[in-house]
């Protein structure tokens, strides 16, 4: 019996050893910026991974805080194509502070779904997209010349972390609260909560409603989808764009890449816009860096909306129309212009008020200007 103890410790003692001198690839992710990082989702080239370790298994493959010992959630990304072209971790870190993951060759917990994103056929080609935070959507072309017609980008704002696109398309009343948020904002012919149109003439060249949709990637950190719209006129120029918007996990912004095309060379003067629905008493952040929000008066029982756009380039200026903010801003021909737009809402439980709205586009801007700083070795 002594013999088998004796047995036993020595396996264990020879387990301890082999563990501790196993090479397991490390990921240091550091917080350089003034501004804590709270569920940020960072993304990590799948090739820099393959080279801290060839033989990589997806299907067991797990990452672990090493100070903590808990598991990091993770999603592969495919970015529409057959294989893994990024690895999202979502992470907090704090300011001037580092965090040191590990990657074990173990099979991960399931990450529950935070971002979703869908074609909605059975409401005139809706698209639909939501996260953790708030919902959004694009009208598709079979809206077009019909009453409920509308241009922009639309919000539903949620009360709840949970995942609600599909509940209130199946409902189909979300245009009342029934405890989780409502659709109560109102796009018409606008840009709504920052979607983006050529400008030219004192004037918006609206596309017109979405043609085809193609989902990339969906969650359960980030959901990706690109949207194509027809060509159409702009002061006398056949113009195309295709939009490729993501959300992540524990944002309340979207990221936007608009391609436009045309026939020569030159730029297209473009605006985004903030629909302001016409009111009074506006509270607005113009800021020509970048920056660019509005915080509507409040709507009876339905609470207030904030919504907003951030760029990392600066805007040829901002103005005030009729319906909509507008901030202007140009793209070159072919070549992918990127921006972040997105809403909150007061009754939401994180932002109540305009200048926690402000405060957080600021902020944003400055988490662009100075983004976490990942090695793996």
């Known amino acids: 019996m002594k013999k088998f103890f004796h047995c036993i410790v ?49 299907a067991k493959f797990l990452v672990m805080n090493k100070n903590t010992e808990t598991e990091i959630p993770h999603q592969l990304e495919y970015k529409g194509e057959k294989t893994v072209q990024n690895l999202l971790l979502q992470v907090s870190v704090k300011a001037q502070e580092s965090l040191v993951l590990l990657i074990f060759a173990s099979k991960a917990k399931p990450v529950p779904a935070k971002t979703f994103a869908r074609y909605v056929p059975e409401r005139k080609d809706d698209f ?97 989808f690109q949207l194509s719209y027809d060509e159409w006129d702009v002061a006398g120029r056949k113009v195309k764009v295709t939009k490729t918007i993501s959300i992540d996990a524990g944002s309340q912004l979207n990221k936007i890449e608009n391609v436009y095309t045309w026939s020569g060379s030159g730029s297209l003067p473009v605006a985004i816009g903030l629909a302001t629905r016409g009111e009074k008493n506006m509270k607005a952040l113009q800021d020509r860096s970048g920056v660019f929000g509005y915080w509507e008066p409040v709507h009876g029982a339905d609470g207030i909306t904030g919504v907003g756009a951030v760029s990392g380039k600066s805007f040829t200026t901002t103005l005030a129309d009729p319906k909509q903010l507008l901030a202007i801003t140009e793209v070159k021909n072919n070549i992918p212009y990127v921006y972040y737009a997105g809403a909150a809402w007061n009754k939401g439980g994180r932002i109540a008020d305009e200048t926690a709205w402000f405060k957080y586009l600021k902020e944003f801007q400055q988490q662009l200007k100075t983004p976490l700083k990942i090695t793996v070795k």
């Open 10 to 58: 020595l396996l264990l003692l020879f387990s301890c050893y082999a563990f501790a001198q196993q090479k397991y690839p490390t990921i240091t992710v550091k917080n350089n910026s003034s501004i804590n990082r709270t569920d940020a989702v960072v993304s990590i080239p799948w090739a820099q991974v393959l080279k801290a370790d060839p033989k990589i298994d997806t």
């Open 128 to 224: 639909a997209w939501e996260n953790d935070r708030i919902a959004f959507r694009m009208y598709g072309k079979a809206l077009e010349k019909t009453s409920e017609d509308a241009y922009g980008i639309d919000v539903w704002v949620k009360s709840t972390d949970k995942l609600v696109v599909n509940d209130r398309y199946k409902k189909n009343d979300y245009h009342k609260d029934h405890g989780d948020g409502l659709d109560y904002y109102s796009v018409g012919f606008t840009l709504g909560a920052g979607s983006m149109a050529p400008y030219l003439n004192n004037k918006v060249y609206y596309s017109g409603n979405y043609r085809s949709s193609k989902v990339l990637d969906n969650g359960p950190l980030r959901s990706t």
